[in-house]
């Protein structure tokens, strides 16, 4: 029984260890748009949380940031360390946690194709709100216009990943091959 045990969590660690490695490829290539520039960060999210579930998912992102956090140029713009997980836009770096257990209980908890989406809607709107209540405060901006230049450049975009990861992420669930 120790055995089985210590492959699942071996297992799982290879997992969590493969997506976070994934977010390190895809994340520091960005456009730039005003503070905050547009990455695939949040599609590799989506796709974690809905293959990997709520803990493998935040896990994961935990992982990213901690290896951003120690200086690996992980982050938009092939950034990282302290600084810019403590400057204005290190709000939305830290609500990707939330956006991974978001998503990932909504892939776990309910299963339905329609709830994937939602997880991934309502993660996001927690992500916005943790980012732009943090650049608010850091930037000095006001609600509005963080909003303007944080959020809402991104809606359609988010709207995009979101179709594409809910798809991809249903179909390899499907395949239970990472869970």
Known sequence: MANSENRIRTRDLTIIGVFAAVLCIISPFTIPVGPVGITLATFGIYLAGAVLGWKRAGAAVAVYLLLGLIGLPVFSGFAGGFERLAGPTGGYLVGYIPLAVITGLFADKINKKWALPL???????VLYAFGTAWFCIMSGSSPASALAACVLPFIPGDILKIAGAA?????????????
């Open 167 to 179: 798809a991809l992420g249903l179909r390899l669930r499907g395949l239970r091959l990472l869970v």
């Open 119 to 125: 997880g991934m809607l309502i993660g996001t709107a």
